[in-house]
């Protein structure tokens, strides 16, 4: 069993930057890979990005790619996204996941991942 709680969003202008984290309970956070998945008003939630549990790999959606980064620190049982450059369409309820990988796993899918924690709103005004 992991929980997992998100902190670090808040309202920022365009162009500027924010750093969500999400911390992990429980002994096996190593074990699992870890994604960030968002989801605006009206809309399905998508992947952001997700890291292996060794964090040698990394993977983020065409949308974010140059902008958002997710690392992990597995000594602090934590993952991070680092976003940068904001847009107002980065606007939504972001959501960390923690799943356990296998070797075709979908790290895209949010079924690749069975717990979430309760979401982290980051709103970016024009």
């Known amino acids: 069993q992991v929980q997992l709680v998100e902190s670090g969003g808040g309202l920022v202008q365009a162009g500027g930057s924010l750093r969500l984290s999400c911390a992990a309970s429980g002994r096996t956070f190593s074990s699992y890979a870890m994604g960030w998945f968002r989801q605006a008003p009206g809309k399905e939630r998508e992947f952001v990005a997700a890291?292996?549990?060794?964090?040698?790999?990394?993977r983020v959606a065409d949308s974010v790619k140059g902008r958002f980064t997710i690392s992990r620190d597995n000594a602090k049982n934590t993952v991070y996204l680092q976003m940068n450059s904001l847009k107002a369409e980065d606007t939504a309820v972001y959501y960390c996941a923690a799943g356990v990988a296998g070797y075709n796993s979908d790290y895209e899918s949010h079924r690749m991942y069975a717990y979430w924690g309760q979401g982290t709103q980051v709103t970016v005004s024009s």
């Open positions: 890291i292996n549990w060794s964090g040698s790999n990394t």
